[in-house]
């Protein structure tokens, strides 16, 4: 009896000091792991977090899903205004893309107006949803010149444990293929849009892609989806969008230089990904 | 929805738009007949999660039926403030999804977000023992996902806020149990949606402590008399205790589990 409780004393005893270990010298902690081939975690260099992907939860919402990454979870909304077109492009409708990280979601946000960080990702979720051409924005049109739709995608994360890229841009994606719209009358003489309550159809995407994310240390360790605690000690972080045909969307680089053989290697991981996602 | 044209730090839209305006909007009143299914004197089924949140220090998720609330604690931690005060201050944030109302939110912070985090302020203040934090913070931030009705906002608001104060592990007096009513014609709904509230011609919120027997707030609006909001106050306080229960129960679950 009293072993057992010393053992169990000095158990304990042992997490708290890697505990410390990993506050006071995260690098160093995070070495010795890569030095044994694993992760802290318990994951190898090139495994994902588990992905769960829940559409449709939200009623009041047009279209909404909700995606667990590991423990990074974010809700994604979409909400749908009529808007008056741009002059120059009577046809085409608007959609608005924006990631919120408040401070419920990591102790290293504050509450207020949006952080660096969710303006460069809000930034870069616009650019991936652009560059990608899912949606052909004339496809919202609902009167050329009078009126078109606004799809307002707003993706709030509730929990951040790293790579909120890859799983804001799947529920992004989740939310949008699950959005339906009313349909809508423009009536000429009094200048109103009016919608039906009864008939709703869904949003047509063009196409079905994923984004997977890579952090490179040492210019040699290449580790799949890192985590929060991971992603800050990175040299380099990738990112790579392909379509499930393996079509290269997008590829960002950020941080140190890569090789041109880690990068083919992330790209062809990417692609396997991509079709792992897909169902 | 007009949205700050000025604003860089986010992806504008375009200048104005507008929520879709349906041809058919007369069927409210029957639309709330139809709706509800229970009892004048029953609640929305609970279902509470703690501990959701890895980051946060504790956390509990809150859904009953549509109203679905995401609850994160940070702290106790340093306060900001260089005032030195003897006693921990509580911060009680509450924030709107963009997505979580019928109409759109615009992402700046407006006023009702903030009387709900002093209605849940009010609620939970009471319950902790605040002197045992000198020079610190607790922050309560709370993420409103989906919405149907303030006054269940703020009672689930309070549960989840009081459930995850415990996950943390901060010292309270009691688990704080809240449930709001609503008069509805001469009759007391208990838990109203939205539909319910907006009907109504007045509401009330109770928060309470059913391990001590005592109230920490009670918020009543709207024109009801003395006599009928005395009665919506025990029938609330009744419905508290069976709301403790399945408050002790969920954080009980999630010990054994962890």
Known sequence: ?279 | MAQSVNDRRRINGPEESFPPVFDDEDDDEFKLKTQRKRGPGDIRPIFLQPGLISQANGSAYIETEKTKIACAVYGPRQSKTTTYSEKGRLNVEVKFAPFSCTRRRAPMRDAEDRSIGVSIHQAIVSSIRLELFPKSTIDVFITIIENDGIEGCIASGSLAASTALADAGIEMLGLVASCSAAIVGDGIQLDPTEAEARASSGTVILACMPALDSITSIWQSGQMSADLSLKCMEQCYERCNDIHSIVAQSLLEHRKTD
């Open chain 1, 1 to 279: 009896m009293s072993s057992s409780s010393v053992t169990n004393s000095s158990a304990a005893d042992e997490t708290l000091r890697a505990q410390i270990f990993q506050r006071l010298h995260p690098r160093v902690y995070l070495e010795r792991f890569i030095a044994e081939k694993i992760r802290p975690d318990g994951r190898t260099f090139d495994e994902w977090r588990n992905v769960s992907v829940n559409v449709g939860s939200i009623s009041t919402a047009d279209g909404s899903a909700l995606v667990r990454m590991g423990d990074t979870t974010i809700v994604c909304g979409v909400k749908a205004e009529i808007a008056e077109p741009e002059l120059d492009h009577p046809e085409q409708g608007f959609l608005v893309p924006n990631i919120d990280l408040p401070a419920i979601c990591s102790p290293k946000f504050k509450p207020g107006p949006p952080t660096e960080e969710a303006q460069v990702l809000s930034d870069r979720l616009n650019e991936a949803l652009v560059a990608s051409g899912v949606l052909s924005l004339s496809s919202l049109c609902i009167h050329p010149g009078q009126a078109v739709w606004t799809l307002y995608v707003d993706c709030t994360c509730i929990n951040y444990d790293g790579n909120a890229f890859d799983a804001a841009l799947l529920a992004m994606l989740g939310a949008l293929r699950s959005t339906t719209l009313p349909k809508a009358t423009y009536n000429e003489e009094t200048g109103r849009t009016t919608c039906s309550r009864k008939t709703r159809s869904p949003v047509q995407l063009t196409r079905n892609f994923a984004s997977s994310s890579f952090g490179v240390l040492d210019t040699s360790h290449v580790l799949s989806d890192p985590t929060a605690f991971e992603e800050p000690l990175m040299d380099v972080t990738l990112t790579v969008i392909v379509d499930d045909r393996g079509e290269l969307i997008s590829t960002t680089e950020s941080g140190g230089a890569i090789s041109e053989e880690t990068l083919l290697r992330c790209i062809n991981r990417a692609k396997e990904r991509a079709l792992q996602l897909k169902d």
